[in-house]
DNA sequence: GTTATTGCAAAATCTTTGCAGGGTG
DNA sequence: CACCCTGCAAAGATTTTGCAATAAC
């Protein structure tokens, strides 16, 4: 079994938030969570579905919805909807704050952080009064690839 | 009938567009560009697809959905995914390049703008070497009502 | 005249819900 | 031991698809 600080933070406020809010810690909530914090990049729901269910834990679709839920109230994931039909999470730590960049063409996202994203946010705070507690910035456009598959067709 | 500079730049622009890929030029087609471009604000597909039904245009939901690919690929339209199962659009030039706030509590959606953001698009294109056509920023958190509302119950 | 596009309805996909049984606090 | 949570399956919602009829080029 390999050690995670990351993961074990996970757990440590996902715990919390759960006594916090009177909800219960049952095992399947924590499956759920240990799964997600050993996954390496995007994911969607019916992946970790397959994947808990081919491992070991048998879970209910319907609980695993549930509990992304919960880890989406706390801030322990993000969920991306990068424009296909089902939705994609990702664990907030993962390789820093950084953003995406969507192929239109071919659907490859590539990732990348610039500082500025913060400047923005606090000048939205301040002219909004809003409390933000996370974001999601995503440029589309033409991965160099098919930028130069484009070019080459004309 | 009212004249729209914006609206006539839209349908000239997706004009060009069909012609340039030997698509057709459909009256649903542009009976569908010139409804998205009367409408202020965001729609989804359904109210679109109701408001031309009750208006006087007959048109099946399928070519909605067809349509609406289109002006995508063209961007004369932008496609947002807030987070309810929906998805929602809105015209590309509307109100100049803004951006959105979110709140994860009562869903209100807030709208900004902040010229970093092109900032931010520089110095991706320059390291990523995409091509960007566009971009979606969305700060999730709580308005100032439901801030408040949560003080209080503390 | 060819063939892309439309409309309709059925299908597919993702997500939510209702309810009975079981486990947490 | 109260009642929150789970699992199951069915329902809901949105979007896509197949095919015959229609209309654009």
């Known amino acids: 079994m390999k050690h995670s600080k990351e993961k074990d933070s996970a757990i440590y406020i996902f715990k919390s938030y759960l006594e916090r809010k009177g909800y219960r810690k049952t095992p399947e909530r924590f499956a759920v969570l240990n799964k997600?914090?050993?996954?390496?990049?995007?994911?969607?729901?019916?992946?970790?579905?397959?994947?808990?269910?081919?491992?070991k834990y048998a879970i209910s679709i319907a609980t695993v919805y549930n509990t992304i839920e919960l880890l989406l109230e706390c801030n322990l994931i993000k969920k991306h909807q990068f424009g296909e039909n089902a939705s994609r999470y990702e664990k907030s730590?993962?390789?820093?704050?950084?953003?995406?960049?969507?192929?239109?063409?071919?659907?490859?996202?590539?990732?990348?952080?610039?500082?500025?994203?913060?400047?923005?946010?606090?000048?939205?705070?301040?002219?909004?009064?809003?409390?933000?507690?996370?974001?999601?910035?995503y440029f589309y456009g033409l991965c160099p690839a098919c930028k130069s598959k484009k070019t080459d067709g004309l």
Request: proline share 2%; glycine share 6%; net charge negative.
């Open 36 to 55: 997600i914090y050993s996954i390496c990049g995007h994911f969607d729901v019916d992946s970790l579905y397959e994947m808990m269910k081919t491992e």
């Open 93 to 137: 730590f993962e390789g820093g704050n950084h953003d995406h960049l969507i192929c239109t063409d071919c659907g490859k996202v590539v990732e990348f952080w610039n500082p500025l994203v913060e400047k923005i946010q606090e000048a939205a705070t301040c002219s909004t009064q809003f409390e933000i507690s996370c974001h999601v910035l």
